[in-house]
C-alpha cells in the first residue's frame, strides 16, 4: 500500500537528496584540487632539491705564479701560446707535495677543470701588471670534484664504480682540510655558453636566444593578431569566406607545434635560404605558432566591449574607423596583452618547432644578433638532459627551474596588466 506524502513532505525529501549530492560534489572538487596541489608539490620539492645545487660550485684556492718566462718569454704577452694549464698544475703540484710520477701528477690533473687556465688567461689579459707575480685565486674545480663536495659520489663504494680514485678522494681531503675548496655561487651558470665541461657550462646563450626569438615574435605577432582580430570583428562581411576564416584559425590554434616546425624548415630555410638555427627563422616559426592564439585571445576581447560605447560613438558622429581606434580599441587592450603575453608564454616554453629548424646543434658562443647560431632555453634543457654526467643532471634541473621563474614572470605580468588596465562599466 503506498504511502500519500504531502507536497512539502516531496519537497523536503527532495532536498536533502540533492544536498547529500551536492556535499559529495563539493568533497569531490576538494579532493581532486588536493591532489593537484600534491603533485604540484612534489614536482617542485623535487626540482628544487635537484636543481638548487647547481646554483654552487666548487673552487679551488692555488697561489699561481704568474711567470715570465711562460707568458712572456721575448718580453711580449703570448696570451694565445703561453702554457696558462702548465701554471695552474704547478700551483696544485705545490699544494699536494707528496705526488710523484707521472700516473699520479695525470691524476692530480683530473682534479682541476680546463677553465682554469682560461681563467688564468684572461687575468693576465685585463692585468698585464701581474707578470712575474704569485696571487691567490680562485680556480674552478673538475666537476666530479663538485659531485663529491656535494654529496652526489658514495666514496664508501668500490673504487672501480666510482669516477674518483681512493688517491684523488684522499689529495680532495686534503685540500678540504686546508682551506682550499669551497662552495661559490656558480656565477658561470649565467655568464657562460653551453659547454662539454659541466662546471663551465652556462645558459646565458640560451637565454639570449630565447629573448631574440621572442622580440622577433612579438614585435611581428602582436600587431598582425590585433589586426586581423580587428578586420574580422569590426570590418570583414560576415559571410561563408569570413565563416571559412574564423574556423580555420581555430583550428590553426590546435594543430600541434611540431607542424609550424615543418612549414619552417620548408619555407624559411629550404626556400627562403635563411639561416639555419639562427633566432630570426626560430622567431618567425614562433610567430605563426602564436597568431592563432593571440587572434582569438583579441577577437573575445572585442567582443567584450559593449555595444553601447560603439553607439554612443556612433550618434555623436564618430566614423567607424574612429569607433574601433578611439574607443573600442583602447578598451580591449588589455585583454589582447593578456592574450599576447600568454601566447610568448607559450612560444617561450616551445621545443619541437625548434628541433626541426636545427637549433638542437651544440652552440658554445653566446649569440650577439638575430642571425647568428644560437639555441633557446627548453633546447638546453633538452641537450643537457641526454647528458650521461651527473653534473648535467642538475644543471638541467636549474636551467628547468629558471624557465619557469621567467614563464610565472610573463603570466605575472599578464594578471597585472590585466588589473591595472581594465575598466569596469
Sequence with gaps: METNLTTAEKV???????????????????????????????????????????????????????????????????????????????????????????????????????????QVRELVAAEPILLG???????????????????????????????????????????????????????????NGDSREPELAGIKGAMMGSLYMLLVTMALSFPIGVAAAIYLEEFAPKNRWSDLIEVNINNLAAVPSIVFGLLGLAVFINWMSLPRSAPLVGGLVLTLLTLPVIIIASRAAIKAVPPSIREAALGLGASQMQVVFHHVLPLAMPGMLTGAIIGMSRALGESAPLLMIGMVAFIVDVPAGFTDPSTALPIQIYLWADSPERAF?????????????????????????????????
Excluded: C, H
Design 12 to 118: 523536503t525529501a527532495g532536498l536533502a537528496k540533492r544536498r547529500r549530492k551536492e556535499r559529495l560534489f563539493r568533497m569531490s572538487g576538494i579532493l581532486a584540487t588536493g591532489v593537484g596541489i600534491l603533485f604540484l608539490l612534489v614536482f617542485f620539492s623535487t626540482l628544487i632539491a635537484k636543481g638548487s645545487s647547481a646554483f654552487t660550485q666548487t673552487f679551488l684556492q692555488l697561489e699561481v705564479e704568474f711567470s715570465a718566462e711562460i707568458i712572456a718569454p721575448d718580453g711580449e704577452l703570448e696570451l694565445n701560446y703561453a702554457d696558462f694549464d702548465g701554471l695552474v698544475r704547478e700551483a696544485l703540484q705545490r699544494e699536494l707535495p707528496e705526488i710523484s710520477g707521472r700516473s699520479q701528477r695525470r691524476e692530480m690533473n683530473r682534479l682541476l677543470s680546463p677553465g682554469a687556465g682560461y
Design 133 to 191: 707575480t704569485r696571487q691567490s685565486m680562485w680556480v674552478p674545480a673538475a666537476s666530479n670534484v663538485d659531485m663529491l663536495m656535494k654529496g652526489n659520489i658514495d666514496a664508501s663504494v668500490d673504487e672501480s664504480l666510482r669516477p674518483l680514485s681512493d688517491l684523488q678522494i684522499s689529495w680532495i681531503q686534503t685540500l678540504r682540510d686546508a682551506g682550499r675548496l669551497e662552495a661559490k655561487f656558480n656565477t658561470a651558470l649565467f655568464t
Design 393 to 425: 643532471a642538475e644543471r638541467t634541473s636549474a636551467a628547468i627551474i629558471v624557465l619557469l621563474a621567467f614563464l610565472l614572470l610573463m603570466n605575472l605580468a599578464a594578471v597585472i596588466i590585466r588589473k591595472r588596465m581594465e575598466r569596469r562599466w
